[in-house]
Nanobody
Framework: QVQLVESGGGLVQAGGSLRLSCAAS????????MAWFRQAPGNEREFVAA????????SYADSVKGRFTISRDNAKNTLYLQMNSLKPEDTAVYYC??????????????WGQGTQVTVSS
């Protein structure tokens, strides 16, 4: 089983940018489809973006399309989420996950501990 550790969260003003990283260890990272989810207080965990194990197919939630970019470096066992033009409604704990490329969090079986992103207006 792969282990996942997120980093890169923080406080940023609206319109700013952040890049999240998810370092993987354990079993071969390159064999896993990966995704980013987020969860704000009182809300269900929400799909953000996913990427195929090959890196040649991605999908995004409508709310982040055109602003966020998911990528991976299999040589470095790392998943990324570049977040631009951030909005206050992007404030949440962001999680990386290994599993399917579905938008449902129930189809992912390995999760990181999360990293907080706060966007001030």
């Amino acid at each position: 089983q792969v282990q996942l550790v997120e980093s890169g969260g923080g406080l940023v003003q609206a319109g700013g940018s952040l890049r999240l990283s998810c370092a993987a260890s354990g079993r071969t990272f390159s064999g896993y489809n990966m995704a980013w989810f987020r969860q704000a207080p009182g809300n269900e965990r929400e799909f953000v973006a996913a990427i195929k194990w090959t890196g040649d197919s991605t999908s995004y939630a409508d709310s982040v399309k055109g602003r966020f970019t998911i990528s991976r470096d299999n040589a470095k066992n790392t998943l990324y989420l570049q977040m631009n033009s951030l909005k206050p409604e992007d404030t949440a704990v962001y999680y990386c996950a290994a599993g399917s490329m579905s938008t449902s969090y129930k189809t992912y079986y390995t999760w990181g501990q999360g990293t907080q992103v706060t966007v001030s207006s």
